[in-house]
Each structure stands twice: as C-alpha cells, then as structure tokens.
C-alpha cells in the first residue's frame, strides 16, 4: 500500500474523528486504483473512485473536492439518504489544470448518475432474465436435439445392422459361388487334360501305324527287288536237277533261334524266298515262322540243294 493511501487515511481520520472509523484494504492484485466506500445507516455508497470517476487519490486532490466528499460522508452521518447525498464528480483535466465542478453541477450530475445506475440494474436485471430465458431456450434446443440425435442413432443402428447382415449373406453368396466355379474350372480342366491326353494317345497311334506301314512297304520292296534280282540269277544259272530244296528265309536272326527256312521249295520258286540283306523285324521274322513248312533250324543244320 503506497504512502499517499496511507496520507488519504489520516486525512479522513483527522476530519471525522470518533465519528467515522477508517478501514484500508488492498486488492489481491495491482489494479493502480483508489476507491473510497461510505458506509452509514442507509447502505453503503462509492463516494471516490479514480479508476470509474477519473478522481485522484484523496491526499493529492482539489480542497474544494475535497470538502465536497468531506460534507457529503458528515450527510451521511447524520442519516441524510443516499440519493439526496452530494458527491464529487470526474475531476477532467484541461490544459494541466484540474477543473472541479459547481455543487449544482455536482449534484445534477451525481443524480444523473444515480438514475443511470439504476437504469443499469434494471438493464442488469432484463439482461440476465433474458439470458435465464436463452438458456432454457438453449437446454430445451439441446434436450430436443439430443432426442433426435438418439432416434437417429437407433435407427442407424438398425439400418448398419440390416446392411451388415446383406453383406454377410452377400458374401455368403459370393464365397459359395466362388467355390462352385472353382470345382467347375477344375472339372474342366480334368475334362480337358483326359480329352488332351486321349487325342495324344491317338496321335501317337496313328503315328505308329504309319510308321509300320512305311516300314512294311518299305520291306515288301525291298523283298520284291531282293526276289527281281534272285530271279535274274536263276535265269541265267543252270536248271537245278532237283525238284524242290530248303530255302533260307533270314541267316541273321539271334544266335538262339538259328536260322530260319522255308521247306521243299520248289526249284522254280526259290528267288520268291530269298531274304534281303537287312530281313525284317524279329517279330515279323516269328509271326513268318508260324506258317506252314518255315521253321528255324540250327546254324549248322543241313539244308537241301
């Protein structure tokens, strides 16, 4: 607390003396103002405030507003209410020089700022009215807005519920559908793979049998010519004094088999018999065995002439 608040007190001790009992106090915080309160039997008033009515601090102020705040407090001692009360008004300041007004113009001042305070109040009173009223407009709004919003979450919630419960199914569906394409692309797949591998099969077959037949025709021609060529020997040979002999089919078979023949053949007939020099497959050379008068017969074995 400075040293001129402790001065404005003194001051105001020395002017009421027993009368009046003088109190300071400080604010929690620096505000840099100065206020005096006045306290008697018909309330309390502001009577000096630097910071609302642009008063200086009591010890440094005019004497003659001084005397006006002196005379106003001593009114109150003595009952006179608070309404009719004469108090120093805003100190203005004008060319560094303090101005204070007339006590009329004091007084006028001080009720006009009365009325406006209590114009004040009743606007305090109408504004926080309609602020209890924009409330409950507000609270009524919220409570109405937190119904719908309740509504619209149950229904969301049956809406996902029923649009969750179609995707399951959807899925359901769609994994199903998946698995019977799957076993229908493996199906074909079978199909085609057996139908593949039997039109091989017949490729392969058939490629065979011409092969055989290539090979046969082109064992029949080889023999046709090995039996031209025997015939142009014979014809040119002397006739053989036997009727028929043994005639050698093929002399280069496996050693197991000896040699295959052909029986009594008639001398006519021998180059008809004649083998070529590269004789058929072994299994040709077996199934010729079979037919009447051929045989193998030992390498050794004597054959007719």
């Not at 700022?113 to 606007?123: H, I, P, S």
């Not at 305090?124 to 807005?145: F, G, I, N, P, T």
């Not at 619209?152 to 959807?170: G, L, Q, R, V, Y």
């Not at 017949?202 to 290539?214: A, F, G």
Request: contains cysteine.
């Amino acid at each position: 607390m400075s040293d001129l608040a402790r001065t404005s007190a003194a001051l105001m001790t020395k002017w009421f003396g027993s009368k009046a009992s003088v109190k300071m106090a400080q604010d929690e915080v620096m505000t840099n103002n100065f206020e005096i309160f006045a306290k008697g039997k018909q309330g309390k008033v502001l009577v000096w405030s630097r910071m609302t009515r642009n008063h200086k601090i009591l010890a440094e102020a005019d004497p003659k507003a001084q005397e006006i705040l002196k005379a106003a407090i001593f009114d109150m001692i003595a009952g006179k209410e608070i309404k009719d009360l004469v108090l120093p008004v805003s100190e203005q300041k004008e060319e560094n020089a303090t101005v204070v007004l007339s006590y009329a113009e004091t007084k006028e001042k001080i009720l006009r700022e009365n009325q406006e305070a209590k114009d004040k109040v009743e606007a305090d009173k109408k504004a926080k009215a309609d602020r209890l009223a924009a409330v409950a407009a507000e609270k009524k709004a919220e409570e109405a807005a937190a119904k719908k919003a309740k509504k619209d979450a149950a229904a969301k919630k049956t809406k996902d519920a029923a649009a969750a419960k179609a995707k399951a199914a959807k899925a359901k569906k769609d994994k199903e559908d998946a698995l019977k394409a799957e076993e229908l692309r493996i199906k074909q797949e079978q199909e085609d793979r057996l139908m593949a591998e039997a039109q091989k099969q017949l490729e392969e077959e058939e490629t065979r049998r011409k092969q055989e037949e290539e090979e046969k025709a082109k064992q029949l021609a080889a023999e046709e010519e090995a039996a031209a060529a025997a015939a142009a020997r014979e014809a040119e040979a002397p006739a053989a004094a036997a009727t028929t002999r043994d005639v050698i089919l093929a002399d280069n078979v496996s050693p197991e088999k000896g040699i295959l023949v052909k029986k009594d053949v008639p001398a006519g007939f021998f180059a008809a018999f004649m083998c070529c020099a590269n004789p058929p497959q072994q299994s040709k050379l077996d199934d010729l065995a079979g037919e009447p008068g051929i045989s193998y017969v030992a390498d050794d074995a004597m054959i007719g002439a």
